[in-house]
């Protein structure tokens, strides 16, 4: 969208504050010549929600939008065709989603869960108060990038790391393994930091993420000037805290855009992230067209430019490990989904394992 079309576009809607735009405007033109009404879902709960709409906020049933693919039904975020006749009111459809960030569920069905739509920043909140788990802050990154939004990590808590080396440190080691994505640090207690925080997040819906006792209540309150969102304390011991946000919540920030706050997920499996997991690793994926083998498993091959790396030290085993990780995780749970596809990563690991042996046996005799 150019500027000038933006300029053009009545800053006055009602819905503005909520995310509504010149784009939005023209889908949802077939929807408004059949007299209906567009609003923006800010709560879900039970086959019904709440939406936001040119004449207030209003309850209205989800019965049209239930179909069986869970990644289709209606969640925080979407923008809604309302039936504004009748009680109770209708969500007749949603318009297409721009971005949503998606999550596998612990079913053994493997099914994915939307948390939020139309999101435009990902906010990965990571407490301070405990050790640093950068493998966690990998996997979430993974899931934001694939969402289509821009991922940005908030480092809270800071007021408690009180040497500023030691934050120096912890911010650098955060920056290293989210190459390209901004990395802030916050004190909800102190204040500092939210007003940047805010600035950033100004322009759009942003989605508060993170595990329960990362400050996520405390700093949405924080962004939005008031105590909207309830706070419990952690635990001392682990920094774990219980869900305070038991739903997905939007709301208008007073300083501009939205926030979607979201319930402390104890589990970040992947779905469908590959694109996602080689953003997060973008300097692996680089080193990979480098090595001799187009297919190279980076286990122990030949002419290796990944495994190199490993060896002069500008690529740390534990970042190798991960990306491992997060890939074979997310080709399982594709592969659930695609019978033709487990079989066929069957085969790849049998022949990937038989030349990696093969390899090292070579390598062995050389030695000798």
Same mark, same amino acid.
């Given at each position: 969208m150019s500027f000038s079309s933006l300029l053009a576009f009545p800053t006055s809607h009602p819905l503005v504050p909520y995310g509504w735009d010149e784009g939005w405007e023209?889908?949802?033109?077939?929807?408004?010549?059949?007299?209906?009404? #567009?609003? *923006?879902?800010?709560?879900? $709960?039970?086959?019904?929600?709440?939406?936001? &709409?040119?004449?207030?906020?209003? *309850?209205? $049933? %989800?019965?049209?939008?239930?179909?069986? @693919?869970?990644?289709?039904?209606?969640?925080?975020? @979407?923008?809604?065709?309302?039936?504004?006749?009748?009680? #109770?009111?209708?969500?007749?459809?949603? !318009?297409?989603?721009? %971005?949503?960030?998606?999550?596998?569920?612990?079913?053994?069905?493997?099914?994915?869960?939307?948390?939020?739509?139309?999101? $435009?920043?990902?906010?990965?909140?990571?407490?301070?108060?405990?050790?640093?788990?950068?493998?966690?802050?990998? *996997?979430?990154?993974?899931? +934001?990038?694939?969402?289509?939004?821009? #991922?940005?990590?908030? !480092? &809270?808590? =800071?007021?408690?790391?009180? @040497? #500023? =080396?030691?934050?120096?440190?912890?911010?650098? $080691?955060?920056? %290293?393994? =989210?190459? +390209?994505?901004?990395?802030?640090?916050?004190?909800?207690? &102190? +204040?500092?930091?939210?007003?940047?925080?805010?600035?950033?997040?100004?322009?759009?819906?942003?989605?508060?993420? +993170?595990?329960?006792?990362?400050?996520?209540? %405390?700093?949405?309150?924080?962004?939005?000037? @008031?105590?909207?969102?309830e706070v419990q304390a952690t635990r001392d011991m682990d920094g774990k805290g219980r869900h305070t946000t038991t739903t997905r919540n939007l709301l208008a920030m007073p300083g501009g855009g939205v926030l979607i706050d979201t319930p402390g997920l104890r589990g970040v499996g992947l779905w469908d992230a590959e694109t996602g997991v080689g953003q997060v690793f973008s300097e692996i994926e680089g080193l990979a067209g480098e090595c001799r083998f187009h297919d190279c498993a980076h286990i122990a091959e030949p002419g290796c430019a990944v495994l190199a790396a490993v060896e002069d030290g500008s690529l740390s085993v534990r970042r190798l490990e991960s990306y491992r990780k997060l890939l074979r995780e997310n080709q399982r749970i594709v592969a659930k989904t695609d019978a033709r596809l487990r079989g066929e990563i069957r085969r790849d690991w049998k022949r990937k394992g038989a030349e990696g042996r093969a390899a090292m046996e070579a390598k062995r005799g050389r030695i000798r």
């Open positions: 023209a889908e949802f033109a077939p929807h408004a010549e059949r007299g209906l009404v #567009p609003g *923006r879902v800010v709560r879900v $709960d039970r086959g019904q929600c709440d939406v936001i &709409t040119p004449a207030g906020l209003v *309850r209205a $049933d %989800t019965e049209f939008v239930t179909p069986r @693919d869970p990644l289709r039904v209606i969640c925080t975020g @979407d923008w809604a065709v309302v039936d504004p006749g009748g009680d #109770p009111r209708f969500v007749r459809e949603y !318009l297409p989603r721009r %971005t949503a960030f998606v999550r596998s569920t612990a079913s053994t069905r493997s099914e994915g869960q939307i948390l939020a739509a139309n999101v $435009d920043h990902a906010v990965i909140a990571i407490s301070l108060a405990v050790e640093l788990d950068l493998g966690r802050v990998e *996997r979430f990154l993974a899931l +934001g990038w694939e969402s289509g939004a821009l #991922p940005v990590i908030v !480092l &809270t808590k =800071a007021d408690l790391v009180s @040497d #500023p =080396a030691v934050l120096g440190h912890l911010v650098e $080691d955060v920056r %290293t393994t =989210a190459p +390209g994505v901004q990395v802030l640090t916050v004190s909800s207690a &102190t +204040g500092e930091g939210i007003d940047v925080l805010s600035a950033v997040l100004s322009g759009g819906t942003s989605v508060l993420l +993170g595990i329960s006792g990362a400050g996520k209540s %405390t700093l949405a309150n924080a962004l939005l000037g @008031d105590e909207v969102m």
